[in-house]
Protein backbone atom coordinates (compact mmCIF):
# COMPACT_ATOMS: atom_id res chain seq x y z
CA UNK A 1 0.00 0.00 0.00
CA UNK A 2 1.10 3.28 -0.93
CA UNK A 3 1.43 6.31 1.40
CA UNK A 4 1.14 9.61 0.26
CA UNK A 5 3.21 12.28 2.13
CA UNK A 6 0.81 15.04 3.72
CA UNK A 7 1.30 18.58 1.89
CA UNK A 8 0.59 21.19 4.22
CA UNK A 9 -0.22 24.56 2.07
CA UNK A 10 -0.40 26.58 5.33
CA UNK A 11 1.16 25.95 8.70
CA UNK A 12 2.57 27.99 12.23
CA UNK A 13 6.11 28.39 12.33
CA UNK A 14 7.33 30.04 15.67
CA UNK A 15 4.92 33.15 15.97
CA UNK A 16 4.22 33.48 12.28
CA UNK A 17 1.85 32.02 9.51
CA UNK A 18 3.61 30.67 6.67
CA UNK A 19 1.11 30.31 3.53
CA UNK A 20 2.21 28.85 -0.21
CA UNK A 21 0.85 31.74 -2.31
CA UNK A 22 -1.85 29.81 -4.72
CA UNK A 23 -1.74 32.95 -7.00
CA UNK A 24 1.66 31.98 -8.43
CA UNK A 25 1.40 28.01 -8.80
CA UNK A 26 2.55 26.39 -10.73
CA UNK A 27 5.14 28.97 -12.07
CA UNK A 28 6.40 29.50 -8.48
CA UNK A 29 6.33 28.54 -4.97
CA UNK A 30 6.29 31.24 -2.70
CA UNK A 31 5.77 31.60 0.68
CA UNK A 32 4.78 34.37 2.82
CA UNK A 33 5.07 35.37 5.97
CA UNK A 34 2.28 36.39 8.08
CA UNK A 35 1.46 37.75 11.79
CA UNK A 36 -1.00 40.13 11.82
CA UNK A 37 -4.92 39.46 11.56
CA UNK A 38 -5.21 42.05 9.06
CA UNK A 39 -2.48 40.73 6.49
CA UNK A 40 -3.63 37.03 6.72
CA UNK A 41 -7.47 38.92 5.88
CA UNK A 42 -5.91 40.11 2.85
CA UNK A 43 -3.95 37.19 1.56
CA UNK A 44 -8.22 35.41 2.23
CA UNK A 45 -9.68 38.11 0.22
CA UNK A 46 -7.38 37.93 -2.54
CA UNK A 47 -7.01 34.55 -2.90
CA UNK A 48 -3.82 33.84 -1.68
CA UNK A 49 -5.21 31.05 0.47
CA UNK A 50 -9.01 29.35 -1.36
CA UNK A 51 -10.62 26.53 -0.20
CA UNK A 52 -13.36 26.18 2.81
CA UNK A 53 -11.03 24.29 5.11
CA UNK A 54 -7.98 26.34 4.49
CA UNK A 55 -9.94 29.68 4.75
CA UNK A 56 -11.07 28.41 8.20
CA UNK A 57 -7.55 27.66 9.48
CA UNK A 58 -6.10 30.86 7.91
CA UNK A 59 -8.66 32.98 10.10
CA UNK A 60 -8.06 30.83 13.02
CA UNK A 61 -4.46 31.90 13.51
CA UNK A 62 -5.41 35.28 12.06
CA UNK A 63 -8.38 35.70 15.40
CA UNK A 64 -5.08 34.33 17.30
CA UNK A 65 -2.83 37.10 16.05
CA UNK A 66 -5.33 39.57 16.74
CA UNK A 67 -3.67 40.54 20.38
CA UNK A 68 -0.49 42.14 18.56
CA UNK A 69 -2.07 45.24 17.12
CA UNK A 70 -3.13 48.16 19.16
CA UNK A 71 -1.86 47.40 22.93
CA UNK A 72 -4.10 50.19 24.58
CA UNK A 73 -6.89 48.99 23.13
CA UNK A 74 -8.54 46.31 25.28
CA UNK A 75 -7.88 42.91 24.31
CA UNK A 76 -11.98 42.01 23.75
CA UNK A 77 -12.14 45.18 21.56
CA UNK A 78 -9.10 44.01 19.54
CA UNK A 79 -10.34 40.70 18.92
CA UNK A 80 -13.70 41.61 17.83
CA UNK A 81 -12.29 44.04 15.25
CA UNK A 82 -9.85 40.82 13.72
CA UNK A 83 -12.58 39.06 14.07
CA UNK A 84 -14.82 41.39 11.68
CA UNK A 85 -12.42 41.74 9.37
CA UNK A 86 -11.62 38.15 8.85
CA UNK A 87 -15.30 37.48 8.56
CA UNK A 88 -15.94 40.05 5.93
CA UNK A 89 -13.28 38.61 3.24
CA UNK A 90 -15.50 35.73 2.12
CA UNK A 91 -19.20 35.12 2.22
CA UNK A 92 -19.59 31.72 1.03
CA UNK A 93 -17.26 29.39 2.78
CA UNK A 94 -18.58 28.35 6.15
CA UNK A 95 -15.62 26.93 7.40
CA UNK A 96 -14.28 30.81 8.06
CA UNK A 97 -17.25 31.61 10.17
CA UNK A 98 -17.25 27.69 12.22
CA UNK A 99 -13.50 28.91 12.94
CA UNK A 100 -13.90 32.37 14.08
CA UNK A 101 -17.00 31.28 16.25
CA UNK A 102 -14.61 28.44 17.85
CA UNK A 103 -11.82 31.07 18.61
CA UNK A 104 -14.08 33.50 19.65
CA UNK A 105 -15.48 30.38 22.28
CA UNK A 106 -11.72 29.74 23.36
CA UNK A 107 -11.16 33.79 23.61
CA UNK A 108 -14.07 34.10 26.05
CA UNK A 109 -13.01 31.26 28.05
CA UNK A 110 -9.01 32.43 28.26
CA UNK A 111 -10.03 36.33 29.33
CA UNK A 112 -12.63 35.40 31.69
CA UNK A 113 -10.12 31.88 33.24
CA UNK A 114 -6.61 31.74 35.15
CA UNK A 115 -4.14 34.62 34.44
CA UNK A 116 -1.67 33.33 32.10
CA UNK A 117 -1.12 34.16 27.89
CA UNK A 118 -4.36 34.76 25.45
CA UNK A 119 -2.41 34.56 22.28
CA UNK A 120 -0.64 31.33 23.60
CA UNK A 121 -4.29 29.62 24.51
CA UNK A 122 -5.39 31.10 20.72
CA UNK A 123 -2.46 29.79 19.22
CA UNK A 124 -2.92 26.28 20.77
CA UNK A 125 -6.67 26.34 19.49
CA UNK A 126 -6.20 27.03 15.81
CA UNK A 127 -3.15 24.63 15.96
CA UNK A 128 -5.70 22.29 16.78
CA UNK A 129 -7.90 23.34 14.26
CA UNK A 130 -5.35 22.69 11.78
CA UNK A 131 -4.18 19.06 13.35
CA UNK A 132 -7.62 17.97 13.09
CA UNK A 133 -8.53 19.14 9.45
CA UNK A 134 -5.70 17.42 8.28
CA UNK A 135 -7.14 14.17 10.15
CA UNK A 136 -10.61 14.73 8.79
CA UNK A 137 -9.45 14.81 4.77
CA UNK A 138 -7.29 11.65 5.86
CA UNK A 139 -10.70 9.71 7.13
CA UNK A 140 -12.52 11.16 4.16
CA UNK A 141 -9.92 9.47 2.11
CA UNK A 142 -9.81 6.32 3.45
CA UNK A 143 -14.08 6.34 2.95
CA UNK A 144 -14.51 7.51 -0.10
CA UNK A 145 -11.75 5.20 -1.34
CA UNK A 146 -14.30 2.56 -1.21
CA UNK A 147 -16.87 4.48 -3.89
CA UNK A 148 -14.25 3.96 -6.84
CA UNK A 149 -13.72 0.26 -6.77
CA UNK A 150 -14.34 -0.10 -9.65
CA UNK A 151 -13.92 3.50 -11.36
CA UNK A 152 -10.78 4.16 -12.17
CA UNK A 153 -11.18 7.51 -14.37
CA UNK A 154 -12.42 10.27 -12.20
CA UNK A 155 -13.61 14.04 -13.09
CA UNK A 156 -12.90 16.94 -10.86
CA UNK A 157 -13.27 20.35 -11.08
CA UNK A 158 -11.86 23.16 -9.15
CA UNK A 159 -9.41 22.61 -6.41
CA UNK A 160 -10.22 20.17 -2.99
CA UNK A 161 -6.88 18.95 -2.81
CA UNK A 162 -4.25 19.50 -0.20
CA UNK A 163 -3.94 23.48 -0.80
CA UNK A 164 -7.65 24.06 0.16
CA UNK A 165 -7.69 21.95 3.54
CA UNK A 166 -4.87 22.17 6.11
CA UNK A 167 -3.32 19.11 3.88
CA UNK A 168 -4.26 16.19 2.00
CA UNK A 169 -7.75 17.47 0.68
CA UNK A 170 -11.34 16.35 0.46
CA UNK A 171 -12.10 15.55 -3.20
CA UNK A 172 -8.72 15.00 -3.75
CA UNK A 173 -8.46 12.77 -0.46
CA UNK A 174 -10.93 10.22 -1.53
CA UNK A 175 -8.42 9.77 -4.85
CA UNK A 176 -5.44 9.80 -3.03
CA UNK A 177 -6.76 7.36 -0.16
CA UNK A 178 -8.10 5.34 -3.56
CA UNK A 179 -4.11 5.24 -4.65
CA UNK A 180 -2.85 4.53 -1.19
CA UNK A 181 -5.71 1.31 -1.25
CA UNK A 182 -3.51 0.23 -4.73
CA UNK A 183 -6.69 1.53 -6.89
CA UNK A 184 -4.98 2.62 -10.54
CA UNK A 185 -6.98 6.33 -10.90
CA UNK A 186 -6.59 8.57 -13.35
CA UNK A 187 -7.67 11.91 -13.08
CA UNK A 188 -9.37 14.79 -15.55
CA UNK A 189 -9.29 18.21 -14.07
CA UNK A 190 -11.50 20.82 -15.24
CA UNK A 191 -9.01 23.99 -15.85
CA UNK A 192 -11.98 25.85 -13.69
CA UNK A 193 -12.53 29.45 -15.41
CA UNK A 194 -11.90 31.97 -14.96
CA UNK A 195 -9.18 31.19 -12.06
CA UNK A 196 -7.96 27.94 -13.30
CA UNK A 197 -7.46 26.19 -10.35
CA UNK A 198 -7.88 22.53 -11.83
CA UNK A 199 -5.65 23.57 -14.03
CA UNK A 200 -2.73 25.26 -11.97
CA UNK A 201 -3.61 23.93 -8.68
CA UNK A 202 -5.08 20.37 -9.09
CA UNK A 203 -2.95 18.88 -11.76
CA UNK A 204 0.08 20.67 -9.64
CA UNK A 205 -1.00 19.17 -6.83
CA UNK A 206 -1.30 15.72 -8.77
CA UNK A 207 1.45 15.20 -10.95
CA UNK A 208 3.59 16.48 -7.66
CA UNK A 209 2.34 13.04 -6.49
CA UNK A 210 2.97 10.69 -9.45
CA UNK A 211 -0.81 10.73 -10.04
CA UNK A 212 -1.87 10.45 -13.53
CA UNK A 213 -4.14 13.64 -14.28
CA UNK A 214 -4.35 15.57 -17.87
CA UNK A 215 -6.50 19.02 -17.86
CA UNK A 216 -9.54 19.59 -19.68
CA UNK A 217 -11.66 22.58 -20.79
CA UNK A 218 -14.79 23.16 -18.63
CA UNK A 219 -16.98 23.00 -21.87
CA UNK A 220 -15.36 19.31 -22.69
CA UNK A 221 -16.73 17.64 -19.52
CA UNK A 222 -20.12 16.77 -21.32
CA UNK A 223 -18.21 15.47 -24.15
CA UNK A 224 -15.80 13.31 -22.57
CA UNK A 225 -18.81 11.85 -19.99
CA UNK A 226 -20.99 11.01 -23.14
CA UNK A 227 -18.06 8.85 -24.46
CA UNK A 228 -17.77 6.55 -21.56
CA UNK A 229 -14.42 7.99 -20.73
CA UNK A 230 -15.82 9.25 -17.10
CA UNK A 231 -16.45 6.87 -14.50
CA UNK A 232 -16.85 9.24 -11.35
CA UNK A 233 -17.12 12.70 -10.46
CA UNK A 234 -15.69 13.99 -7.09
CA UNK A 235 -15.80 17.59 -5.94
CA UNK A 236 -15.70 19.20 -2.90
CA UNK A 237 -17.63 22.12 -0.99
CA UNK A 238 -17.95 25.28 0.47
CA UNK A 239 -20.98 25.20 2.23
CA UNK A 240 -23.25 22.03 2.37
CA UNK A 241 -27.03 22.59 3.43
CA UNK A 242 -29.18 20.89 5.87
CA UNK A 243 -30.82 19.51 2.97
CA UNK A 244 -27.87 18.12 1.27
CA UNK A 245 -27.76 21.39 -1.22
CA UNK A 246 -24.36 21.76 -1.87
CA UNK A 247 -22.29 25.23 -2.19
CA UNK A 248 -19.06 24.59 -4.46
CA UNK A 249 -17.16 26.25 -7.08
CA UNK A 250 -18.83 27.80 -10.48
CA UNK A 251 -19.34 25.02 -12.72
CA UNK A 252 -20.11 22.06 -10.16
CA UNK A 253 -24.19 22.60 -10.53
CA UNK A 254 -23.40 21.89 -14.76
CA UNK A 255 -21.26 18.85 -13.75
CA UNK A 256 -23.90 17.39 -11.67
CA UNK A 257 -26.82 17.98 -14.40
CA UNK A 258 -24.46 16.26 -17.03
CA UNK A 259 -23.42 13.16 -14.67
CA UNK A 260 -27.22 12.14 -14.15
CA UNK A 261 -27.88 12.76 -17.65
CA UNK A 262 -24.99 9.87 -18.36
CA UNK A 263 -25.50 7.88 -15.24
CA UNK A 264 -22.13 8.67 -13.89
CA UNK A 265 -21.90 9.01 -9.92
CA UNK A 266 -21.46 12.48 -8.21
CA UNK A 267 -19.69 12.21 -5.20
CA UNK A 268 -18.97 15.37 -3.12
CA UNK A 269 -16.17 15.25 -0.09
CA UNK A 270 -16.19 17.75 3.14
CA UNK A 271 -16.03 17.39 6.51
CA UNK A 272 -19.14 18.17 8.71
CA UNK A 273 -17.48 21.13 9.73
CA UNK A 274 -18.85 22.60 6.04
CA UNK A 275 -21.91 21.31 6.87
CA UNK A 276 -24.05 24.59 7.94
CA UNK A 277 -27.40 23.08 9.79
CA UNK A 278 -28.52 26.43 9.79
CA UNK A 279 -28.94 26.96 6.64
CA UNK A 280 -31.99 24.87 5.49
CA UNK A 281 -31.39 24.98 1.92
CA UNK A 282 -29.26 26.27 -0.74
CA UNK A 283 -31.64 29.27 -1.31
CA UNK A 284 -30.46 30.34 2.18
CA UNK A 285 -26.67 29.93 1.29
CA UNK A 286 -24.96 33.35 0.19
CA UNK A 287 -22.96 33.19 -3.04
CA UNK A 288 -19.99 35.68 -3.77
CA UNK A 289 -20.39 37.52 -6.84
CA UNK A 290 -16.15 38.69 -7.58
CA UNK A 291 -15.30 41.47 -9.30
CA UNK A 292 -15.73 40.65 -13.15
CA UNK A 293 -12.41 42.13 -14.06
CA UNK A 294 -11.53 38.70 -12.99
CA UNK A 295 -13.35 37.42 -16.04
CA UNK A 296 -12.22 39.75 -18.42
CA UNK A 297 -8.91 39.20 -18.27
CA UNK A 298 -6.18 36.45 -17.68
CA UNK A 299 -2.59 36.69 -17.03
CA UNK A 300 -2.40 40.06 -16.99
CA UNK A 301 -3.97 40.77 -20.69
CA UNK A 302 -7.08 41.90 -21.59
CA UNK A 303 -9.45 39.07 -23.39
CA UNK A 304 -12.71 40.66 -23.51
CA UNK A 305 -13.46 44.29 -25.90
CA UNK A 306 -13.49 47.44 -24.07
CA UNK A 307 -16.30 48.69 -22.33
CA UNK A 308 -18.12 45.30 -22.13
CA UNK A 309 -19.34 44.13 -18.60
CA UNK A 310 -18.69 41.17 -16.95
CA UNK A 311 -20.20 38.47 -14.18
CA UNK A 312 -18.44 36.66 -11.85
CA UNK A 313 -20.38 34.10 -9.67
CA UNK A 314 -18.21 32.49 -8.11
CA UNK A 315 -20.09 29.49 -6.79
CA UNK A 316 -22.92 27.49 -7.83
CA UNK A 317 -25.64 25.62 -5.92
CA UNK A 318 -26.05 22.02 -6.89
CA UNK A 319 -29.59 20.40 -5.60
CA UNK A 320 -29.25 16.98 -3.63
CA UNK A 321 -31.06 15.16 -6.02
CA UNK A 322 -28.26 15.24 -7.99
CA UNK A 323 -25.71 14.42 -5.58
CA UNK A 324 -25.00 10.59 -5.14
CA UNK A 325 -23.36 10.41 -2.11
CA UNK A 326 -21.76 12.81 0.36
CA UNK A 327 -18.28 11.92 2.12
CA UNK A 328 -17.60 13.06 5.11
CA UNK A 329 -14.90 12.21 7.72
CA UNK A 330 -17.76 10.22 9.67
CA UNK A 331 -18.64 8.64 7.04
CA UNK A 332 -20.50 8.39 3.67
CA UNK A 333 -23.96 9.98 3.78
CA UNK A 334 -26.74 9.11 0.91
CA UNK A 335 -30.57 10.58 0.93
CA UNK A 336 -32.50 11.73 2.27
CA UNK A 337 -29.57 13.75 3.51
CA UNK A 338 -31.35 15.63 5.91
CA UNK A 339 -31.58 12.85 7.92
CA UNK A 340 -28.37 11.28 7.11
CA UNK A 341 -26.55 14.49 7.85
CA UNK A 342 -27.49 14.44 11.29
CA UNK A 343 -27.43 11.21 12.15
CA UNK A 344 -23.49 11.73 10.87
CA UNK A 345 -23.21 14.93 13.53
CA UNK A 346 -24.26 12.45 16.28
CA UNK A 347 -21.39 10.05 15.78
Not at 109 to 122: D, F
Not at 135 to 142: K, M, P, S
Not at 293 to 322: K, M
Request: a neutral charge; glycine letters at 10%.
Amino acid sequence: MTRIEVFRPLYREGGVLRLLDQRRLPAEEVWLTLERAPEIAVAIRDMAVRGAPAIGVAAAYGAAFSLRSGSSTPAAERFATARRLLAATRPTAVNLFAALERMERRFAAAVSGPPGSIEETLVAEADAIAAEDIEFCRRIGAFGAELLSGQRHVLTHCNAGALATAGYGTALGVIRGAVEAGKPIRVLADETRPYLQGARLTAWELSRDGIPVEIITDNMAGHFLSRGEVEAIVVGADRIAANGDVANKIGTYGLAVLAKENRVPFYVAAPMTTVDFACPDGAAIPIEERSGSEVLSFAGQAIGPAGVGARYAAFDVTPARYVTAIVTDRGIVRSPYTEGLRAAASR
